[in-house]
Nanobody
């Protein structure tokens, strides 16, 4: 099965940037959906951005569109989330998730994804 390891989280001041990485190993999906989710204390896990590995088509939550960019490096089996113009509302644990097949309308629903990383904390002050 797919193994996912996130890194790159940390503490940053409002307006700053961070780049998260999700390294994949084991079975990787040539046509699958890779998603970044986040979960703040007391809130539900929400989809932030997704990329379909078959075409590199991307999806974004309204709250992050224009500030965050999801991308991937096939050679490194890594998915990235570049986060710019961060605000305290972006503070959360960020998780990488994966599932086979198209992203489509399911991309932001955590229940649709079978493989998860351990998460990386992002704190914006």
């Amino acid at each position: 099965h797919v193994q996912l390891v996130e890194s790159g989280g940390g503490s940053v001041q409002a307006g700053g940037s961070l780049r998260l990485s999700c390294a994949t190993s084991g079975y990787t999906y040539s046509r699958g959906c890779m998603v970044w989710f986040r979960q703040a204390p007391g809130k539900e896990r929400e989809g932030v951005a997704a990329i379909y590995t078959g075409s590199d088509y991307t999806y974004y939550a309204v709250s992050v569109k224009g500030r965050f960019t999801i991308s991937r490096d096939n050679a490194k089996n890594t998915v990235y989330l570049q986060m710019n113009s961060l605000s305290p509302e972006d503070t959360a644990m960020y998780y990488c998730a994966a599932a086979p097949g198209l992203c489509g309308g399911r991309w932001s629903r955590a229940s649709e994804f079978f493989s998860w990383g351990q998460g990386t904390q992002v704190t914006v002050s």
